[in-house]
């Protein structure tokens, strides 16, 4: 009788610790319920992908993203090149003075700054809300978030003190992290051969042979620590290809056959343009063993153009694959159904277009870039064509995550547009460089040059001339007129200090 009695006992007992430790539970479960966030950037990263249309790229693990997530074909960055770009996205500001247009944007404005009431990035915003918070690889200007030059030993300051709970790289045998961004398959880089290299290799090796490889695994050991943990993740990924120089193993090379890629549709400077808007591919040229030098007197040989478009779609596709692993791994974990992923490239690149192999330029080709967002329960293989900002991003991030919006940014949120439910948008986004700010709209693109060189005004209708061969501002100035308010909404101020 006794033992029935304490049999009885302990059946209450274990049920009064279950109904508690439910209690518990639920009392968590608004917290836990805020979705995890994968935030994929990727260096130099044009929208020439399968899912935007492009059938001659390889790239399924991207393609398989966008076919569950939304595709957005019109998505902006604020300028074309990568730490100032950077600075936008993570700040959510248009560029108010020079400083802003550098690479140098996040150290100068952001590094060694105490902690203040209003955060330094979105990130910061997260972690301050109960998101642990990783980096790997280069989300912010320098690449493994620590302030060094190219030829010095790693630096000890971040570049982002209050963002991240972990900032993380693997160089391998390049020892550093600028040394691995400009790395070569032998372990060398850019730097230490005095820049007496060829701007793409083809390297006999596997997918760890390059840094990316590296990056990637790392990022999945990361994730399967971060579904260990209570709180939600915010874990960036930031992958170096296809930046210069155009290095990838072989088996990517080997998925193209070079005599069929498409050359520039348009490999010359605009019709009543000016050259001052342009460049002579400094960075590109940078690389001294480049079988042509590029200049703006006429294009590389077609040869040459192709193979060097080959050099840049092989590192699409290695970046491609590395991707891959990461959208595998929170499959594997179980993670995918509470996972906002998102791919974001951090401005477009110039492939002999107008004359330009590189970006640094405020045309089409240098400001448009890759973005897609796969939100659970939002997105379904949708493209969204509407004119979006990379300033967009950082309330479109606390928006999804539910955190709240500590000051107003240039953005606006693009959750309305995921939900479907936008009755207006204002399609309007700007461009800042080589002094000048341009606007693009759903049709048109209007840059206003602050320079003596004419014409300073240029207007390019992307209905009728998607790649912007000539410029009508002369032609069509009731046009220029009834843009000009709105182009002047984005004019900061910052070429008039």
Known sequence: MKIMIFIAFLSILSSFFSCAKQDIADAKKPEQQKPNVLFICVDDLRPELGCYGKTYIH???IDKLAASGAVFTHQYVQVPTCGASRYSLLTGMLPKTGGHLSNEACHNFISGKPETEEPETFIHQLKRNGYYTVGIG?????????????TEPVGTEYELPHSWDEMLLNPGKWVTGWNAFFGYADGSNRQSLNRQVKPYEMGNVGDSGYPDGLTAELAVGKLDELAKKEEPFFLAVGFFKPHLPFNAPKKYWDMYDESKLPLSPNPFIPENANKAGLHSSGEFNGYKLGDEEATLEGPVSDEYARKLRHAYFACVSYTDAQIGKLLDELDKLGLSG???????????WHLGDQLVWGKHTIFERALRSAFIIR????????????VVSTVDIYPTMLDLCDVEMPHETDGKSIVPLLDNRVASWTEASYGYFRNGISLRTERYRLTKYFRNAEPTVELYDHIADPNETKNIAAEKPEIVKKLTPLWEKGNTGLYNQ
């Open 59 to 61: 790239s399924p693990n």
């Open 138 to 150: 280069k989300i912010s200007h320098y690449v493994d978030g620590l302030l060094y030059g190219y």
């Open 338 to 348: 509470n996972t906002v992923v998102v791919l974001w490239g951090d401005h477009g």
């Open 375 to 386: 939100a659970p329960g939002k997105t379904e293989g949708r493209t969204i064509s509407k």
